[in-house]
């Protein structure tokens, strides 16, 4: 059993659109990161949240924690080719200590 | 560049054979991780240093796999007697246990084919 479930998996678009990404769990976390991967490289930190309700705003993508510390969504407005990737939701549990749980990844594909 | 790097970037193996991967973190960082990733998936957790001490080991690392960090710095992990099962790509992550909870700084990993 994934404990962060991503959704959905796979999702192509054409350049200009809008897109939400969600990472869902049924357990709490004390933070959650999400991070960007292109391929043959390792992930890049987009963006910590740590208070639930959150919301953080990254140029044109906006990222949520949700009330309960279990959810959090990832939103792009007018989506381009160069936010193709796959992004990786990722969960510190306190009782995991320094660890991060990583969800299976949405793999973005943007078309121009 | 101050990043984290690892060597190699890739390794072609036959099975049965040893390889050992290499991750200098971030100089200021005291904590690092090692993750495997397969193709389509999320990161892994493998195991955790702090400083040398190794604190944490997952599951999935079998009595073949190993990781040091003889001096805090650098650290090294091994496979003996590697198994097709183990093509993968192994990524090194660092921290600092002065930054935000959680977040990682990652390599660019070290991609194994095992034939």
């Known amino acids: 059993t994934q404990l962060l479930e991503q959704s959905p998996q796979f999702l192509s678009i054409q350049e200009g659109e809008n897109l939400t990404v969600y990472c869902n769990s049924s357990?709490?976390?004390?933070?959650l990161q999400w991070y960007r991967q292109e391929p043959g490289e390792g992930p890049v930190l987009l963006v910590t949240?740590?208070?639930?309700?959150e919301v953080k705003k990254l140029k044109r993508l906006t990222f949520q924690f949700g009330d309960a510390r279990k959810d959090s969504s990832l939103h792009i407005t007018a989506a381009q080719p160069g936010d193709t990737g796959l992004y990786l939701c990722?969960?510190?549990?306190?009782?995991?200590?320094?660890?991060?749980?990583f969800g299976e990844g949405t793999q973005l594909t943007v078309n121009p | 560049d101050t990043g984290v790097s690892q060597d190699p970037r890739h390794k072609i193996t036959k099975r049965g054979q040893n390889v050992t991967f290499r991750c200098d973190p971030i100089?200021?960082?005291?904590?690092l991780y090692w993750y495997r990733q397969t193709l389509g998936q999320g990161p892994e957790f493998l195991t955790y240093?702090?400083?040398?001490?190794?604190?944490?080991k997952s599951r999935l690392l079998s009595d073949r796999f190993s990781a040091e960090r003889p001096k805090g710095s650098f650290s090294t992990l091994e496979i003996q007697r590697t198994e097709q099962g183990d093509s993968a790509m192994y990524l090194c992550?660092?921290?600092?246990?002065?930054?935000?909870?959680?977040?990682?700084?990652f390599g660019e990993g070290s991609r194994l084919t095992v034939l």
């Open positions: 949240v740590v208070t639930g309700g």
């Open positions: 100089s200021e960082h005291n904590r």
């Open positions: 357990s709490v976390f004390s933070s």
């Open positions: 992550a660092s921290s600092s246990d002065r930054g935000a909870t959680g977040e990682l700084f």
């Open positions: 990722a969960g510190a549990m306190e009782t995991s200590g320094s660890r991060l749980t």
């Open positions: 240093f702090q400083n040398e001490a190794q604190l944490e």
